[in-house]
């Protein structure tokens, strides 16, 4: 199983990026799909999850700027992230989970925000 993020990079504050994750999993549209970050020196926190009823969950520090999306169809799911703040700068790691049963994680993409 592979989890391929992308569309990571340097912007400045205020700007925006769309992070994408593609999976290569038999039965996508089964699995939760979250995104998670992790910044130099702090603990991975979750910043998003897409359940696979279509529900919506964020960090409190993202709501209004951030929007989970998913499309069964490509096995992918995508973080579009807008008014980006210095402090959103980390490695952004999507997963792939079914409760109780696995999980599987990406290998990361960097986002950097420069105020």
């Known amino acids: 199983v592979q989890l391929q993020a992308s569309g990571g990079g340097l912007v400045q504050a205020g700007g925006s990026l769309r992070l994408s994750c593609a999976a290569s999993?038999?039965?996508?549209?089964?699995?939760?799909m979250r995104w998670y970050r992790q910044a130099p020196g702090k603990q991975r926190e979750l910043v998003s999850i897409?359940?696979?009823?279509?529900?919506?969950n964020y960090a409190d520090s993202v709501k209004g700027r951030f929007t989970i999306s998913r499309d069964n169809a490509k096995n992918t799911v995508y973080l579009q992230m807008n008014n980006l703040k210095p402090e959103d700068t980390a490695v952004y790691y999507c997963?792939?989970?079914?409760?109780?049963?696995?999980?599987?994680w990406g290998q990361g993409t960097q986002v950097t925000v420069s105020s």
């Open positions: 897409i359940t696979s009823d279509g529900n919506k």
């Open positions: 999993l038999s039965r996508f549209s089964m699995y939760a």
């Open positions: 997963n792939a989970w079914r409760v109780g049963i696995e999980e599987y």
